[in-house]
């Protein structure tokens, strides 16, 4: 008998946005005005005290134009969290898209998403295997930011500030 699994939310997305909330919680204060870019729309917004990108937000993006949006949009010394597509004909190269990204925001550090848990489209494995895809959820997160493995994930995640 074969059971159709529940469709619904890619559990390895849900747990990259997860991983990336948490690391802003621990940026700023409670009740801070943190932008969570859906799109790249920040036209309007003023004086917000942190920004963050999920995965694939910023594919195919203006990073100059971005970083502009940014720095106009964040208080002084404001953290941004931006995840970069990693792997394949994703790959960024990090040191230019800093400087893309414009002399308004300076980086502090850098860790991947995707190290050892399977990439996004082979939520079908996760699905079926969620006990495995919590062991290697788990050793990610002891992993992700070292040198070797901060730049093998299927995300790379800038972690830097407004100037």
Known sequence: MTTALAPGPNPV???????LRQRMRTLVAPRARVAELVTLDL??????DGAVAGPGVLAGADLAALG????AALRPG????LCLGG????????GEAK???GPDLVWHSTFALGVLVPAAPREDWV?????????LAAAERLIRAWPLARVRGE?????????
């Open 68 to 71: 502009r949006s940014l720095a």
């Open 127 to 135: 699905r079926r295997h969620p006990q495995a895809f919590g062991l």
């Open 13 to 19: 997305i849900l747990l990259f946005r997860d991983v």
């Open 99 to 101: 400087e893309r990204l």
């Open 87 to 94: 792997t394949g004909a994703a790959r960024v190269d990090i």
């Open 78 to 81: 404001a953290p941004v969290l």
């Open 43 to 48: 036209a309007s917004a003023r004086d917000l």
């Open 155 to 163: 995300y790379v995640v800038l972690e830097g500030a407004r100037r």
